[in-house]
């Protein structure tokens, strides 16, 4: 196995979104389309279904990966690029329409082409 899910993670950022969005365990089950008991397992450290994942980090607006514990073994200054980590976070904003989002996208690449070129150069 190269990697495993970090359900205490998961839920975690689950009961921040909850507590954000003032609902219930149950009101969230709802909107994920999971049960509650699902939730409850979790909460005492058992691990969800692919299904009950899926779902949960969707409803999170989430990366599946955000989740993961790595293998000892992974290189330590292998990590995602920042585009990829703020597009993680920008697609899971509520307040910011699609165009926003790609807007905010497309300077943060442009930012980080100028950057790389800069360092190109010197």
Not at 17 to 37: E, F, I, K, Y
Not at 40 to 59: C, E, H, K, T, Y
């Given at each position: 196995?190269?990697?495993r899910m970090d359900t205490r993670r998961l839920y975690?950022?689950?009961?921040?979104?909850?507590?954000?969005?003032?609902?219930?365990?149950?009101?969230l089950a709802q909107q994920a389309g999971v049960s509650?008991?699902?939730?409850?397992?979790?909460?005492?450290?058992?691990?969800?279904?692919?299904?009950?994942?899926?779902?949960?980090?969707?409803?999170?607006?989430?990366?599946?990966?955000?989740?993961?514990?790595?293998?000892?073994?992974?290189?330590?200054?292998?990590?995602?690029?920042?585009?990829?980590?703020?597009?993680l976070l920008l697609r899971a904003r509520d307040d910011?329409?699609?165009?926003?989002?790609?807007?905010?996208?497309?300077?943060?690449?442009?930012?980080?082409?100028?950057?790389?070129?800069?360092?190109?150069?010197?």
């Amino acid at each position: 196995m190269t990697g495993r899910m970090d359900t205490r993670r998961l839920y975690d950022a689950l009961d921040a979104q909850r507590r954000a969005r003032d609902l219930s365990w149950r009101q969230l089950a709802q909107q994920a389309g999971v049960s509650p008991s699902l939730l409850s397992r979790m909460g005492n450290g058992q691990r969800p279904d692919l299904d009950g994942f899926i779902a949960l980090v969707q409803w999170l607006g989430a990366q599946a990966e955000e989740f993961m514990v790595w293998p000892d073994d992974r290189p330590r200054d292998e990590q995602p690029a920042l585009e990829t980590q703020l597009a993680l976070l920008l697609r899971a904003r509520d307040d910011l329409g699609e165009a926003d989002k790609e807007y905010l996208l497309d300077i943060v690449s442009a930012t980080m082409r100028r950057i790389k070129a800069d360092r190109q150069e010197s």
